[in-house]
């Protein structure tokens, strides 16, 4: 596809279940990154990977969340035993080197809704 | 640590009015700056960028320019329209090292009314 795609749209699942959250880049984008966007807060930053490799993991608010990527590409976040404060908009965006140096792009989001 | 903050909203004007949408900054380094928006249903897009001192970024008739002095990039538009109603981020970005992660301020919500 022409820009980053993100599954499902919409997730609502019961306190403590684990969830996982899916991220297609733009082909050939090195790096990529997953936000967390609250209502009233701004985009908080959870993780960037660069290739395969995750050099800054600085954000993850509790070992409950997880992420990788494979193939230099897909990404898929994982929430484990999920909590209400956890409901958010998930949102992931890819660079063609990084977002200092070209621009990121973002996809729609995941809109995460913990009942 | 590095931060940005930017004038709460929401900020609502008249058709034609002119838009400042105050962002101050905070880094170690020597960041880039950006303005993203987001559109009512739209994903966040890139609405300009300034990549160092005294640089302007411009697009679709909006300005910002970088000023390190008062490490500021504050966002202005002449002329707002109706179709200009969005939520406006404001963020840095510092290139090199183990990241290049973009810092966001809080947004700020621009209604524009006819």
């Known amino acids: 596809g022409a820009g980053v795609s993100q599954s499902p749209s919409n997730k609502v699942t019961e306190k403590g279940k684990d969830v996982e959250l899916r991220c297609d880049p733009i082909?050939?984008?090195?790096?990529l990154y997953w936000y967390r966007q609250s209502l009233g807060q701004g985009l908080e930053f959870l993780i960037y990977?660069?290739?395969?490799?995750?050099?800054?993991k600085s954000g993850l608010p509790s070992d409950r969340f997880s992420a990788e990527r494979t193939g230099g590409s897909v990404s898929t976040l994982t929430i484990q035993r999920t909590q209400q404060e956890d409901s958010a908009v998930y949102l992931c965006?890819?660079?063609?080197?990084?977002?200092?140096?070209?621009?990121?792009?973002f996809g729609q989001g995941t809109r995460l809704t913990v009942v | 640590g590095d931060s940005v903050t930017q004038m709460e909203g929401p900020v609502t004007l008249s058709e034609e009015a002119f838009l400042t949408i105050n962002c101050t900054y905070t880094?170690?380094?020597?960041?880039?700056l950006f303005w993203y928006v987001q559109y009512p249903g739209e994903g966040l897009q890139l609405l300009l960028k300034a990549t160092k001192a005294d640089d302007k970024g411009s697009n679709k008739g909006f300005e910002a320019t970088y000023r390190k002095e008062t490490t500021s990039f504050h966002l202005e538009k002449g002329s707002v329209q109706v179709s200009d109603s969005a939520v406006y981020f404001c963020?840095?970005?510092?290139?090199?090292?183990?990241?290049?992660?973009?810092?966001f301020g809080t947004g700020t919500l621009l209604a524009v009314q006819p």
């Open positions: 963020a840095l970005a510092l290139y090199g090292g183990a990241t290049n992660k973009l810092i």
């Open positions: 880094a170690t380094g020597y960041p880039s």
């Open positions: 082909s050939g984008h090195t790096a």
């Open positions: 965006a890819s660079s063609e080197q990084g977002a200092g140096v070209t621009e990121a792009f």
């Open positions: 990977f660069q290739g395969n490799s995750a050099p800054d």
